[in-house]
């Protein structure tokens, strides 16, 4: 099955980091550009971060919000994507969706090819 894997998530207290992956399975994600979303709930879905495809340099994305303190990344040997999540905000709770798009370059309007199941980030003192 073509999928994506989302993990990493959980409960952190204001000013904690986590490690957020998006890992693929059965495909290879070096040619996908991969977007990072986040939906609170009563809240729209909010676009995070995107990254480029690895052939045309893996250049990242930032949503104002996230600038600063987020950081996108690929590790292509393990086939997964992930997003450094630092100086976490009460903000910043939602569930965490991967998506990734073939082609080479982040968009405004991506059409996304495949989406993850998510994961819960919880930022609360």
């Known amino acids: 099955q073509l999928q994506l894997v989302e993990a990493g998530g959980g409960l952190v207290q204001p000013g904690g980091s986590l490690r957020l992956s998006c890992a693929a399975s059965?495909?290879?994600?070096?040619?996908?550009?991969i977007g990072w979303y986040r939906q609170a709930p009563g809240k729209e879905r909010e676009g995070v971060s995107c990254i480029s495809s690895s052939d045309s340099g893996s250049n990242p994305n930032y949503a104002d919000s996230v600038k600063g303190r987020f950081t996108i990344s690929r590790d292509n040997a393990k086939n997964t994507v992930y997003l450094q999540m630092n100086s976490l905000k009460p903000d910043d709770t939602a569930v965490y969706h991967c998506?990734?798009?073939?082609?080479?370059?982040?968009?405004?309007?991506?059409?996304?090819?495949?989406w993850g199941q998510g994961t819960q980030v919880t930022v609360s003192s």
């Open positions: 998506a990734a798009e073939l082609g080479h370059y982040c968009s405004d309007h991506p059409v996304w090819d495949y």
């Open positions: 059965g495909f290879t994600l070096d040619h996908y550009t």
